[in-house]
């Protein structure tokens, strides 16, 4: 099999000129005579490369200057321990947004920690919108406010920050971090598991309103405390420096072809494309409203159910993988992140086409 | 420059052959037509992989049917709090021997939790010895008994299994698995960071007896928790496929070449070339009592203090990388895990001569 358009929702696809820079620099990585992973994490070189990473995507985001990035392992599951023990007290009410299977999760392991308020949860239309902000029920004095910005199963996202008088905003913004700009200033803590827009799995990246540091309880194990990455430069122990590495050449990568704003363009056409395809379509549907469709994973059903195997196989057969929608949920979920090409979109549509012709 | 004897701590040296695999495998991994690390962990493909690499594990170590085999993100430093959380009760005793940096590490992180008995420190020798285990102040009713299998900075190795009644023996083996047989029924728990003789940093393995796994205390973060990692064979959320990956190369690599007995016959071997010409010089020294020297980790000093900076510079521009001790100790060290070859050691002992015939 030749290359394919890979539409999995994560790990996912990476940018096929990252994909080459990591081949060349196999087995001789950077005139070292070793490959990056057998490179010591606290050598000149790979200090080097850590701090570019870092600043890369301090330029690409925009981060200010009290805020701080941090290179963590655990995915983002394990933002949902770190979270509250590092911004909540266990006596004190933290609030919830649920717009899909993520912030459930959040929510859930929250509860462990401190009293959750779940100030609204979209159940109320199957998780295919997000309730107006003033319907939410929000504590007074809440710790943090935690939304997530993308629903990566259901295909739900934002198109507004909430606003929140002194209460610091947390979002998971795993599956939408790096597909737009974004104002950071906005939030107080902003979480990303590397595998859809940044790099390889095992690393996540934490951007965090300083004054929020340092204030963990005592109980919390040292590398869950924020203040350990914050004194160290992320090395408290070794990081694993493959996913840093990568995520440095995907940041270069970004910066190179134009940034976020023009990797936003890019991503509201391949959407637009697929979207409009969709609707227009009686054979397929997508159910999310469409104030709240995410720009990164596309859900859309068939209607005619019996048809999804078939489906499946059918697009695997033509090179187009990953298309099976979430073992919770059923159907076909396209993810197209950034290192999507439109090209992959229009060979997805043009297979939806011609099977929808020879099944419809 | 041409590829150089790498002789890091960790991360570390890779067998060469798992490095030319790796490169072939960019881009088109398996015939997925993707690379590994773009690949979904819930797809055939990796999963035969993962499966793939657990069994080869098991083989290699002669893992017994009651030891699950666990794939944990967050280094060895992070089953410094995962241990106390899930073996002891807050009011309980637990026992630490301290041989060296990393075991004082592991019982001030134990110390968070349970009530820690330091049984033994090697203080008194300057971490380059073992008190007899008859000396141990051990705890009648500890819920474990903490070891350090290796100490990777003072280059102090266990060459006896310390004997427990009925409390489990927790060893962190992080720069030593895999370089020789062991008897994993003497221990409870067994931890390794991969990047010494396992693969690319991000990923540990545990090697836990079943009866020890679903006693977590019930605030312990959920992906701190064994048990999450043994319902969902270490998918609980996405694993750090990259290195998992690796280290399935890694473990063939070992079975191919004859397994654990033929690596230790090799590891034997290097180590004793470079002890022996140590020992037989007035110029180098090396510390440890001759019982407990590692066969890993080689530290060594010069009679001349001052001469040391040229022995880093002038090492390096031979090819021979990552000679400087740890930086809490100073002096020069060589890590000589299994992927570094007898040539290796020998290049580093002919250097070492030349050196000391021109600065001796």
Redesign the interface.
Known sequence: ????H?F???????P?IV??Q??CD???WN?????V???????KEFKEIAQETESNLRLLLGVPKNYQVLFV??????Q???IP?NLSASTSVVDYVITGSWGKKAAK?GS??SKVNIASDSIHSNYTSIQNEEDWRKSANADYLHMTSNETIGGVEYNFIPRAKNIPIVTDMSSSILSRPVDISKYGLIYA?A?KNI?????TIVIIREDLIGKAR??T????NYKTYSDSNSM????????WY?AGLVFKYLIDIGGLSKIESLNIEKASLLYEYIDQSEFYSNPVKEDYRSRMNIPFLLKDKSKEEEFIKQSHRA?L??LKGH?SVGGMRASIYNALEIAAVNDLISFMRDFENNNG
């Open positions: 099999m030749t290359l394919v890979n999995s929702a994560g790990p996912s696809a990476i096929k994909i080459e990591i081949r196999f087995p001789n005139g070292t005579g070793m490959s992973i057998e490179a010591s994490h606290r050598g392992q655990g995915g983002a599951s394990l949902f321990s770190m023990l392991e462990k920690f598991g595998q790099g390889p799995a095992g690393l005592s109980e194990p040292t590398l869950l408290y122990n070794t990081p694993p420096v493959f996913s990568v090179g993988v990953n073992r």
